[in-house]
């Protein structure tokens, strides 16, 4: 029922999509380090921007950050995340403020993980960094963190994914609020966590405990959990029994 629905919404987010092909991103095997992973809250709707490579205008979410959990350069107080719809050709349709507003509405509690924008000009000088999240970049989301939650979405929070999340409380709580593209960006977000944690692990036991909660997180395409056994391990008994029978 979760993934019906969630591929629901996503063709509807995506408008006519379904002739566009994009291709799958590489699981990760080691952290991205183009990604910008934070959390934050939607202060604003802020645009229209007009660009060559976008259909239409373009509005961003306007994010004042709460946790920078990683940043290819220096950290920005605040953010502007773009999204776009995806064309049948592949080409990116700007967002509308109202659409915006019905997902994000000022005040939300949001996961980012984005990068660089390219497909609208950089920002002005002291105006604040433009990012891009879905659908052109790898791994890349936005999803509302919800106060009722379980887990913290800062890098210090710890998610045992053996542990499952009861999605429908959420919809139960606030039906019209909820987002079923919320529970694939939960876990997507707290697996690239785990890898940005084994990058920083000091020791091999820190990143066998890491990779034994891993391994069960249901987000099998962002993660190539053979291919993390083998860069961070080193006993070859410790990844036989991480990896399992061939």
Excluded at 99 to 105: K, S
Excluded at 114 to 139: D, F
Excluded at 212 to 221: E, L
Aim: hydrophobic share 50%; net charge negative; with cysteine.
């Amino acid at each position: 029922m979760l993934r019906a629905v969630a591929l629901s919404m996503l063709l509807f987010l995506t408008g006519e999509a379904v002739a566009c092909q994009l291709t799958m991103p590489a699981r990760l095997a080691a952290f991205d380090d183009s990604l910008f992973v934070l959390t934050g809250t939607v202060q604003e709707i802020v645009g229209p921007i007009v660009s060559d490579n976008v259909t239409g205008e373009a509005f961003a979410l306007r994010v004042r950050v709460t946790e920078n959990l990683h940043s290819p350069q220096p950290g920005a107080a605040v953010v502007d995340v773009f999204q776009y719809n995806l064309g049948a050709g592949c080409d990116a349709i700007g967002m509308s403020r109202s659409d915006l507003a019905v997902r994000f509405p000022p005040g939300t509690a949001v996961r980012v993980v984005a990068r660089a924008a390219r497909k609208v000009p950089p920002a002005r000088s002291g105006a604040p960094l433009r990012l891009e999240a879905g659908p052109y970049n790898a791994h890349a989301l936005v999803t509302p963190i919800y106060p009722e939650e379980p887990l913290s979405a800062s890098l210090a929070g710890v998610y045992d994914f053996a542990v499952a999340i009861d999605v429908d409380r959420f919809e139960r709580i606030d039906a019209r609020r909820f987002d079923w593209l919320w529970y694939d960006g939960v876990v997507q977000f707290e697996a690239i966590k785990e890898v940005l944690r084994l990058e920083r692990a000091g020791t091999e036991a820190e990143r066998v405990a890491i990779l034994d909660r891993a391994q069960h997180n249901p987000a099998t395409r962002t993660l190539d959990f053979a291919g993390l056994v083998r860069r961070f391990v080193e006993d070859p008994a410790v990844a036989a029994r991480l990896i399992g029978p061939p």
